[in-house]
């Protein structure tokens, strides 16, 4: 009997088209609000933006998916991180136990919070809202080998995918795993050709040695994969393999399914955005279905940012990953819904309109 090998095929799959109508639609309707036109600004344009999402001029926000993807990385055998490889697993718990600030969030909203498990060094605690997707306990050192093997990309992707449910509004990807923003710094590198000085920050708050570390590592890293990233059919497929994290290749997948299910997403911090530019590159209509929530203080997020020509709805000096910058935008975004829904018209209001 032959047994079929997992493809990728379902990545490159065409995204759900944009409402364009329904956009047109919601942009006229903001010109009868009474307000100048354009003065509620970004909020306009985020109704405007739900609106071609969802296929509807009055758009809504309730149902609220938060999937919190977790790995271990077999790099921080290199020292990278200020914390032992522990945490990741214990943190795990924390967040099952509703005590970690995106528990906290995700209760505050009413949303749905599950975390994945893609492989951990240390066996997280078998809790309800736990998923188990574990492929390995953590990828491999990726200055010495590939992170993953091929098969391990594929189930890493489709775990991703799965994860997201049906019939939500928006989805918000969390990551948590001790040293995976040295992953993100390389995966940035490679995909955006800048050198580790401009993609490697302090992460979980590293000293002076320690950065410096991490940067040597992450050349370590270009240097043995940057060529086979370059000649790749897929770079970004590539470098996730290469110098990829299970969860971040998780979070690559559900942004891309998102896209393909015509779902919106609402995107994190430095990890999420750099899982967002290999879902990009991978599939480019899934930027359509991508809004940013936050600016983290990891100095190499506004570089990811712009290219991927996306303004971040908040800027707090945020670093702390799980999903929780995402989260903490989310009434910036029902805020926008309920003042394009329920604002009087210059008709209904009696109000003399612009001449």
Not at 62 to 78: L, M, N, P, S, Y
Not at 144 to 155: I, K, S
Not at 160 to 180: S, T, Y
Request: with cysteine; charged share 15%.
């Amino acid at each position: 009997m032959i047994i079929q090998q997992p493809s990728l095929d379902w990545v490159f799959k065409p995204a759900w088209p944009l409402d364009r109508h329904a956009e047109t639609a919601a942009a006229q309707h903001q010109q009868q609000l009474t307000k100048p036109i354009g003065a509620l600004g970004e909020l306009e344009v985020i109704a405007q933006r739900f609106a071609a999402w969802q296929g509807r001029a009055d758009p809504r926000l309730e149902q609220i998916a938060v999937r919190v993807f977790a790995a271990d990385h077999g790099v921080c055998a290199k020292a990278v991180s200020a914390y032992p490889q522990e945490v990741t697993a214990q943190m795990i718990g924390n967040f099952l136990r509703g005590g970690a600030a995106i528990s906290v969030l995700a209760r505050q909203l009413g949303a749905d919070l599950q975390v994945c498990n893609m492989g951990t060094v240390t066996p997280p605690p078998d809790l309800p809202g736990l998923k188990n997707c574990a492929i390995a306990p953590g990828t491999r050192d990726f200055t010495e080998q590939a992170a993953m093997a091929h098969a391990e990309l594929v189930r890493a992707l489709r775990a991703g995918a799965d994860a997201v449910p049906e019939g939500i509004q928006l989805f918000v990807g969390g990551e948590m795993g001790i040293g995976n923003t040295t992953t993100a710094a390389a995966l940035v590198s490679a995909l955006l050709d800048l050198p580790p000085d401009m993609t490697v920050g302090p992460g979980t708050g590293v000293d002076a040695a320690g950065l410096v570390r991490k940067r040597r590592v992450v050349e370590s890293a270009l240097a043995l994969h940057g060529e086979a990233i370059s000649a790749a059919e897929s770079p970004a497929l590539k470098a996730l393999e290469t110098i990829g994290g299970f969860e971040i290749a998780a979070l690559a997948g559900a942004y891309i399914r998102c896209g393909q299910r015509g779902i919106g997403v609402l995107v994190d911090g430095y990890i999420s955005t750099a899982a967002a530019l290999c879902a990009v590159r991978i599939n480019p209509q899934v930027r359509d279905w991508l809004m940013f929530g936050h600016v983290s203080s990891e100095p190499a997020h506004r570089l990811v940012l712009k290219h991927l020509g996306a303004l971040p709805l908040l800027d707090l000096r945020l670093r702390l990953g799980e999903g929780s910058g995402a989260a903490l935008a989310v009434p910036l975004l029902r805020a926008a819904l309920d003042l394009h829904n329920n604002m009087a018209s210059f008709a209904t209001a009696g109000v003399a309109g612009r001449e």
